[in-house]
T-cell receptor, first 113, second 112 residues
Framework: NAGVTQTPKFRILKIGQSMTLQCAQDMNHNYMYWYRQDPGMGLKLIYYSVGAGITDKGEVPNGYNVSRSTTEDFPLRLELAAPSQTSVYFC????????????FGSGTQLSVL | KQEVTQIPAALSVPEGENLVLNCSFTDSAIYNLQWFRQDPGKGLTSLLL???SQREQTSGRLNASLDKSSGRSTLYIAASQPGDSATYLC???????????WGAGTKLIIKP
């Protein structure tokens, strides 16, 4: 059972480039989330999804886009990368939303130079 | 606005000691609170989830308590081991809201 899988693990982007962070889960979870973690800070929610075809903004959505075409996959798209998007990105999932433990991927460390 | 604070930011203790990690929150109207462990390069692992109606949860050597009226949660680790070394984060869920509010974490080092 792989759980939540994120790719890539590391990436360096130039300012203005775009990329997609991939996230897949094999636990048949309905809810999926994207967080970013800056050094010495707690996590901040970027986007979340409560099921295929449904997405919603979190606390810091600007500069990002998501889609949820299947239950398993929840990619995060960065358009026109900026240095402020340098961070560690975590994807997480849960079966239901409010009373369930979250399962996290191992993270993607992104640097925008 | 809900704010979550974890003090101290770092803690180093000898192996075998019992220890307490602290988590404070400013708004007592919470839905639940979770404690997570973060290992470098391995993401986060949920340790314990306490519902707002509960006072504590236990898993093995870990015990988490919740006191909503004082805005505090503690994570008690019994008989600490070097393998417990990690960063511990708490996160609070507001009422009927999918957003978790996170503390910055306490980095714990257990010295052999």
């Amino acid at each position: 059972n792989a759980g939540v899988t994120q790719t890539p693990k590391f990436r360096i982007l130039k300012i203005g480039q775009s990329m997609t962070l991939q996230c897949a889960q094999d636990m048949n979870h309905n809810y999926m989330y994207w967080y970013r973690q800056d050094p010495g800070m707690g996590l901040k929610l970027i986007y979340y999804s409560v099921g295929a075809g449904i997405t919603d903004k979190g606390e810091v959505p600007n500069g990002y886009n998501v889609s949820r075409s299947t239950t398993e996959d929840f990619p995060l798209r960065l358009e026109l990368a900026a240095p402020s998007q340098t961070s560690v990105y975590f994807c997480a999932s849960s079966y239901y939303g409010l009373n369930e433990k979250l399962f996290f991927g191992s993270g993607t460390q992104l640097s925008v130079l | 606005k809900q704010e979550v604070t974890q003090i101290p930011a770092a803690l180093s203790v000898p192996e075998g000691e019992n220890l307490v990690l602290n988590c404070s929150f400013t708004d007592s109207a919470i839905y639940n609170l979770q404690w997570f462990r973060q290992d470098p390069g391995k993401g986060l692992t949920s340790l314990l989830l306490i519902q707002s109606s509960q006072r504590e949860q236990t898993s093995g050597r870990l015990n988490a308590s919740l006191d909503k009226s004082s805005g505090r949660s503690t994570l008690y680790i019994a008989a600490s081991q070097p393998g417990d070394s990690a960063t511990y984060l708490c996160a609070v869920r507001r009422d009927s809201n999918y957003q978790l509010i996170w503390g910055a974490g306490t980095k714990l080092i257990i010295k052999p």
